[in-house]
């Protein structure tokens, strides 16, 4: 089962330190994240191609709109 997690309204390094902690306790299980930032999402997307995520879908956020994506562990075959 995944998890979600709504960082509206937090910091953007407040709201990784959650994503991280999740993620991490999910065992690689995907989250669901809710968020309406779009500086905090370029900051996710690059930590997710830097640590073998993926994010899903692909978007381009406005500032102050609500979105919502999910972050998976990129599993090697």
Same mark, same amino acid.
């Given at each position: 089962? =995944?998890?979600?997690? $709504? ?5 953007? /390094? ?6 991280? $902690?999740?993620?991490?306790?999910? *065992?690689?299980?995907?989250? %669901? #994240?809710? =968020? %309406?930032? %779009?500086?905090? *999402?370029?900051?996710? =997307?690059?930590? %997710? =191609? ?14 102050? /709109? #609500?979105? /919502? ?9």
């Amino acid at each position: 089962m =995944s998890k979600s997690l $709504d960082v509206v309204g937090l910091e953007c /390094e407040e709201a990784m330190f959650y994503i991280k $902690d999740v993620l991490r306790k999910g *065992h690689g299980l995907p989250l %669901a #994240v809710r =968020s %309406a930032s %779009a500086p905090f *999402h370029q900051l996710l =997307s690059l930590w %997710a =191609s830097s640590t073998d995520h993926l994010l899903h879908p692909a978007i381009k956020p406005v500032q102050g /709109e #609500v979105w /919502e994506l999910t972050v998976s562990k990129v599993m090697p075959c």
